[in-house]
């Protein structure tokens, strides 16, 4: 047996199914008797009042053959001459018949010497003649006999297939019921995969379907919830590293103003004082025209990264030639090649690729310049340009020290410098990878740099223009 449930509907539809086969089997072990000698009282009334009151032509000899009787008609004064049973004669003598009325009947049961029974049924036809009709009771209690002993067996024989039944019918019955049970535990542990299969064409099929819906439903609801609660996460975690963005580039944009203002200050006052004069008032005035310059860089860079950081700078998509464009930024550093006396091999040929020239030319600039500042003397740049599939590939190495490999992921941040002596030598404000990032996005390429055995290669990927 399965489940507790399965247990109380084989218990009580064991209870319901016996119960009333026991109660018949007492009341036939106790009253059959009684209500077996009754009938046949009844029966010897009915015969009695068929010969008192019948038409004279009653098969006597055919109704004590079926009804297993004696029949006796004698007169009162008459009677010893009938050759019928002493104990009956007795029955007659005892009673006082002239005070009995006509048509008055009595029976009685007599038990004889010899232990047989007789059932005898007297009725008084006239004053002088009587009507006696005898049966023995032993045929009465063969009849009860063997009816006791069928049903005694045949209650065990029904207890047996009500226990059968009973057992058969609550596993039928539970079993939709101990499935709607262990289904509502996994849903209570947040188990959905689990389907109720009910064919009962009842409500618990329909309960069955019920609850799949539900579960459907509920399993839908918490995978939404889940979703929600990881992008909350996320847009919590992107809201603490903002804040912590935000407070890097306010201390960095602090720190990039200060040193020029602070440089500015000093040779202001210095003017003031009169601390310098002749060719040193020309310097100092230079110095202070270079540091604002260098501040307006910083300011126009700032600007910018505002800009394209909020999406308020758009790609205007056009065609044009990436070698062209590489060798107008080249001439830029022409003069700075000579001083270091750099080694420049330009391996892009005639390449026609898809993009937003102006934007474009940034990013270029930017990695043109990032590698005359760090090539060291006597170096080497190569500016190279592949096929890539539908793309076209642009690579710019410089020989000299490579990047950290703990760092080659960082140097896309905001105000993120290697080396913060040679970055302001050469104007560097920490904010031209992150522009190039923000460029290369909107055109959904592809870039990257790599340290490669002797420097360091900057890379980023246009679509082919055909």
């Known amino acids: 047996m399965k489940g507790k449930i399965s247990r109380d509907i084989f218990f009580y539809m064991m209870i319901i199914?016996?119960?009333?086969?026991?109660?018949?089997?007492?009341?036939?072990?106790t009253l059959l008797d009684s209500y077996s000698l009754n009938k046949k009282k009844e029966e010897l009334h009915k015969i009695s009042k068929i010969l008192?009151?019948?038409?004279?032509?009653?098969?006597?000899?055919r109704l004590k053959r079926e009804s297993n009787v004696e029949v006796y008609f004698l007169n009162i004064e008459d009677r010893y001459q009938y050759r019928i049973d002493e104990d009956v004669r007795g029955i007659l003598d005892d009673l006082d018949w002239n005070n009995v009325e006509i048509g008055v009947n009595f029976q009685k049961v007599y038990q004889k010497e010899q232990g047989i029974n007789l059932l005898v049924n007297i009725t008084k036809i006239t004053n002088q003649m009587f009507l006696v009709i005898t049966t023995p009771i032993s045929s009465v209690e063969n009849s009860v006999k063997i009816s006791r002993e069928f049903y005694y067996y045949s209650f065990f024989l029904v207890a047996f297939l009500s226990l059968l039944v009973s057992y058969l019918f609550s596993n039928k019955v539970s079993k939709p019921i101990i499935s709607l049970e262990k289904n509502a535990k996994d849903i209570a542990q947040l188990n959905f995969d689990e389907k109720l299969d009910i064919k009962t064409g009842n409500e618990l099929e329909s309960l069955g379907t019920s609850i799949n819906t539900m579960s459907e439903k509920l399993e839908n609801a918490i995978d939404n919830l889940k979703h929600a609660n990881t992008q909350l996460e996320i847009d919590l975690e992107n809201e603490r590293r903002l804040e912590v963005m935000r407070r890097s580039f306010i201390s960095s944009v602090n720190h990039e103003l200060k040193t020029p203002l602070a440089i500015m200050r000093v040779y202001a006052e210095g003017l003031l004082?009169?601390?310098?004069?002749?060719e040193e008032v020309e310097e100092y005035c230079t110095t202070i025209v270079e540091e604002v310059e260098n501040m307006e860089k910083i300011v126009k860079e700032l600007l910018y990264f505002s800009e394209i950081e909020a999406g308020y700078k758009k790609a205007e998509m056009g065609t044009f030639r990436i070698d062209t464009l590489a060798k107008k930024i080249l001439e830029k550093y022409s003069h700075d090649f000579k001083e270091k006396n750099v080694q420049v091999d330009f391996l892009i040929s005639d390449i026609s690729?898809?993009?937003?020239?102006?934007?474009i030319e940034r990013v270029m600039e930017n990695f043109f310049s990032n590698a005359v500042n760090y090539v060291p003397e006597n170096g080497k740049i190569k500016i190279g340009g592949v096929s890539d599939g539908d793309s076209i590939k642009i690579t710019v190495f410089n020989s000299g020290e490579k990047i950290p490999e703990d760092k080659i992921n960082e140097i896309w941040k905001p105000f993120f410098k290697l080396d913060q002596a040679r970055t302001r030598k050469y104007?560097?404000?920490?904010l031209g990878l992150s522009i190039v990032k923000k460029i290369l996005d909107i055109h959904d390429s592809s870039y990257g740099v790599r340290n490669l055995i002797d420097g360091v290669e900057f890379f980023f990927t246009l679509k082919n223009s055909r």
């Open 17 to 29: 199914s016996i119960l009333p086969i026991f109660l018949i089997y007492l009341l036939n072990a």
């Open 52 to 61: 008192t009151e019948g038409d004279g032509n009653i098969d006597i000899p």
């Open 273 to 278: 004082e009169g601390v310098a004069s002749g």
């Open 353 to 359: 690729v898809d993009g937003d020239i102006k934007l």
């Open 427 to 430: 104007g560097g404000t920490g």
